[in-house]
């Protein structure tokens, strides 16, 4: 498929700054990029299918970002709405289903591929590499006081941090310890 990644990424950008008017957050540079550059470097590192990964990784949010189903379940729908856009271009049923499927199992569910565990990590990643985010859902979304939102970012990173893979546990166990010292003033020996 010719620049399936670029055309996906395009009207992603595109929706997210559709969004952007009535939120006035970026969904695109804040987060999605971020999942997906760290998603196309692990596929690399990991010899992984890059293709359905950059895909997935650009589209697992997707139904947050639009608001289809209760963002508790955006991994649920987000699949269903990434086989619409993907189908869109004539992309193949088959590698559409391993895109589901990584978007599917982006949050709780086991993951069952390389790419499934990338997606994964690459979502946790971006909270990494963009801590001010958090804040920004802590303090300004759910409005909670400066000691709740303290809290809230560090079990969220802690939660994100067992989330990840054991490859990515491994490979980012000390970046995330340099996190929490920096934010909370000591390290946690939880990982």
């Not at 391993?98 to 690459?122: G, R, T």
Request: hydrophobic share 35%; charged share 30%; glycine share 4%.
């Amino acid at each position: 498929m010719d620049n399936i990644v670029e055309k996906v990424k395009e009207e992603m950008i595109q929706i997210s700054n559709e969004k952007m008017k009535e939120t006035n957050y970026d969904d695109w540079n804040n987060h999605i990029k971020l999942v997906y550059e760290n998603g196309h470097k692990l596929a690399l590192e990991r010899k992984a299918n890059i293709e359905i990964v950059d895909l997935a990784t650009i589209l697992h949010d997707v139904a947050r970002i639009i608001g289809v189903g209760p963002i508790e379940e955006h991994n649920v729908y987000g699949a269903e709405v990434a086989e619409k856009i993907l189908k869109k271009y004539n992309y193949p049923t088959e590698k559409i289903e391993l895109v589901k499927k990584c978007i599917y199992n982006h949050i709780d569910n086991p993951k069952n591929s390389v790419e499934e565990e990338i997606v994964a990590d690459a979502d946790v990643l971006a909270h990494f590499d963009n801590l001010s985010m958090l804040y920004y859902i802590s303090l300004g979304k759910r409005r909670l006081n400066l000691e709740e939102a303290k809290k809230f970012v560090k079990n969220k990173l802690e939660f994100d941090f067992c989330k990840l893979s054991s490859y990515g546990k491994e490979k980012y166990k000390d970046r995330y310890k340099n996190i929490i010292k920096t934010l909370f003033g000591y390290n946690n020996t939880s990982s």
